[in-house]
């Protein structure tokens, strides 16, 4: 058998896809009994020096791609909304399968373009969307699909666990390390969408909407970035046997499913407590597996290529197997959503103070009106009459929290809250009382 493959993008990752197309032939040729070849792909400028050579047509026509009877399987690797979305459904009506890397274009479109994929009885794959190499979307759709997965907790941002682990190994600045992660060429091109947040919750909305077999729109991720991280809270963070991650969180509870991305204090003997510098990984829990990890690389023009190529092999054995479109959409449920102000977390509050009797004593008085009660306190000298003071709450509403937090900035005695930091240390399911 022979499959013939169009590429949109000959980029990062479009020249690793080729590379493994390549180097590892003989091997893809024996596991699926298949001969892949590239017949074209598609680039703006044609006259580019590159990396990569064969005998595959390189055009600036894509409907010399998308319209040619040859073909396929299209691989979109050009990134962006438009014109992807566009020649992602015009190829799926050309009665093409399609594997894309598209973190953006899926989280955004990906109700519209599965439906479209099932329309057409084609496959629409995108492993490297989340995690680049990590095998998670297929662990979740298929490896796992005999649990009710209760948690996904991951590391889904390079860019910013290079920084935070730079910040709190090496005590670095984060403006400095944020320069050197877009130097390495960890970060977006516009980095806020690393930094805020964004990437991680564009990756989260994908996995959560696998995971709870029910929508999640990239609208209903909670998303906090890491920009207020500072040294001295990586610090704190350390003192209390913790560390600080960018965290994309989803959690199927009672009451419905919550998903939300940001800053955690995360205590070191947390299995992602481990997981340093541009490397991510998504734990997972399901009731019948229990906890399980998946590590690796996210980004990377071979790594990402690695889950590109495992989505084409996916879909040529099910050609051989006439079973194409089987395992698109997966939402057949329709979860509520948890409210922010019931999101139910213990905090880190850091706090300038005066350094008078009473302050501390009133500050307890402050939580306790909002039913919300300290684990451990920590006090530093900080100048002439003044303390800087880290409060670890017990779990509590976030909505009794924010009520604490206003009383606590009427309060005349204190001087600035620095930050408030939720944790997350697995404890956060004994819903008590308070
Ligand atoms: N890089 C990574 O590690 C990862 C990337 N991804 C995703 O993979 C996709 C590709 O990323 P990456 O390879 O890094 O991006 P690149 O920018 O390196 O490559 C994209 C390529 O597509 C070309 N291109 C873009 N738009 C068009 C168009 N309209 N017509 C023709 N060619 C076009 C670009 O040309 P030009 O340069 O001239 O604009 C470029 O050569 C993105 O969706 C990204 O989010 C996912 C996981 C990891
Ligand atoms: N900017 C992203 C790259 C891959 O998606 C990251 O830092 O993880
Ligand atoms: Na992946």
Redesign the pocket.
């Known amino acids: 058998m022979a499959i013939q493959i169009g590429i949109?993008?000959?980029?990062?990752?479009?020249?690793g896809v080729v590379r493994i197309l390549q180097q590892n032939a003989e091997d893809i040729q024996t596991r699926t009994h298949c001969d892949i070849h590239i017949k074209s792909i598609?680039?703006?400028?044609l006259h580019?020096e590159r990396e990569v050579k064969g005998d595959f047509f390189l055009t600036?026509q894509?409907d010399q791609i998308l319209q040619d009877p040859e073909i396929d399987i299209i691989v979109e690797?050009?990134?962006?909304i438009e014109?992807?979305r566009t020649f992602i459904l015009e190829a799926l009506r050309h009665g093409k399968h399609v594997v894309?890397?598209?973190?953006?274009?899926i989280a955004l479109h990906g109700h519209e373009l599965l439906d479209a994929a099932n329309l057409a009885g084609k496959d629409l794959y995108f492993e490297?969307?989340v995690g680049?190499g990590i095998p998670i979307i297929a662990a979740l759709k298929d490896s796992l699909a005999a649990n009710r997965i209760t948690d996904v907790l991951g590391i889904i941002n390079g860019t910013t666990n290079y920084i935070l682990t730079a910040m709190a190994e090496q005590g670095r600045e984060y403006s400095e390390v944020l320069a050197e992660a877009q130097q390495l060429g960890y970060a977006e091109a516009d980095p806020s969408a690393d930094v805020d947040g964004l990437d991680a919750a564009r990756k989260l909305a994908i996995l959560s909407s696998i995971a709870f077999n029910s929508r999640v729109a990239l609208k209903d991720v909670f998303v906090e970035g890491i920009s207020k991280i500072t040294r001295e809270d990586l610090a704190f963070a350390a003192e209390l046997g913790c560390t600080i991650k960018l965290l994309a969180i989803a959690k199927h509870q009672e009451e419905g499913i919550e998903v939300r991305v940001h800053p955690a204090i995360l205590p070191l003997s947390h299995p992602l407590a481990s997981v340093k510098g541009v490397y991510n990984a998504i734990y997972v829990v399901g009731d019948a597996v229990g906890e399980t990890m998946f590590y690796g690389r996210?980004?990377?023009?071979l790594?990402?290529g690695s889950a590109i190529i495992s989505d084409i092999m996916r879909i040529v054995r099910n050609i051989q197997s006439n079973s194409t479109s089987s395992i698109n959409c997966t939402c057949y449920l329709d979860l509520p959503l948890k409210a922010v102000s019931d999101f139910y977390t213990a905090f880190y509050i850091r706090l300038l103070v005066k350094d008078e009797p009473r302050v501390l004593a009133t500050l307890a008085l402050l939580f306790a009106e909002a039913n919300i009660s300290f684990a451990s306190i920590i006090q530093k000298p900080r100048g002439e009459h003044q303390a800087e003071i880290v409060l670890v709450t017990h779990p509590c509403r976030e909505g009794a929290l924010q009520e604490a937090l206003d009383s606590v900035k009427a309060y005349s005695k204190v001087l600035n809250i620095h930050n408030v930091i939720r944790f997350e240390n697995g404890q956060e399911e004994n819903h008590d009382s308070r």
């Open positions: 949109l993008g000959l980029g990062t990752v479009g020249t598609l680039d703006k400028d580019k600036d894509p690797v050009m990134g962006g014109p992807a894309t890397a598209n973190k953006d274009l490297a969307s680049g996210g980004a990377g023009s790594p990402t």
